[in-house]
């Protein structure tokens, strides 16, 4: 006998009321899980997409800087400020 004629026997010997069929609590405590366990990892998801974005921002950042370019902050139609504050000294080695 193979399982499909033991499932057979099975079904037929018992009644199937269709009013008393649930999941019960196994049922509930198991979508539960899952859906906590997929919250779960929508934020791991987003925190990690974050993270590779604010990465690859830095290293244009970086490229950017070391190419001699100016940095993604500045306006498009500024020139990058290199003239000494008012308060900083002439020189850099000149003291008060």
Do not use: W
């Not at 198991?30 to 290293?59: H, K, M, N, P, Q």
């Amino acid at each position: 006998m193979n399982v499909l004629n033991i499932a057979v026997r099975v079904a037929e010997k018992t009644k199937f009321d269709p009013n008393t069929v649930t999941p019960g609590v196994a049922g509930f405590v198991f979508t539960a899980i899952l859906a906590a366990g997929i919250i779960v990892l929508g934020f791991l998801l987003v925190r990690r997409l974050r993270r590779s974005a604010y990465r690859a921002e830095a290293r244009a950042r970086i490229a950017d800087e070391l190419a001699g370019g100016r940095s993604a902050t500045d306006e498009p139609g500024e020139e990058p400020d290199s003239s000494p504050s008012p308060d900083s000294p002439a020189r850099p080695d000149a003291r008060d």
